[in-house]
């Protein structure tokens, strides 16, 4: 399965290069305890509910990344 912005944030997580794609951009991500209630959710859709701390430049950069796993 290929990984992008439109990928839940569970199937992210769960996939060992994705999670460290995450962390990457989004440090401490997996640990905090705000995503299990995301988990569900695609990472297009929680950046919508966090435009300052996901900007459309942070989320391009993750789709880049993630594209390329």
Do not use: W
């Not at 992210?12 to 460290?20: A, I, Q, S, W, Y």
């Not at 919508?48 to 880049?64: G, H, K, N, R, Y």
Request: aromatic share 2%; charged share 30%.
């Amino acid at each position: 399965m290929s990984l992008s912005i439109d990928s839940t944030l569970g199937e992210v997580l769960d996939d060992e290069r994705g999670k460290t794609v995450l962390e990457k951009h989004l440090p401490g991500v997996s640990s905090d305890p705000r995503t299990a209630m995301g988990r569900d959710m695609t990472l297009k859709q929680i950046a919508s509910f966090m435009p300052t701390e996901i900007t459309t430049a942070l989320l391009q950069a993750v789709d880049e990344d993630l594209k390329k796993i």
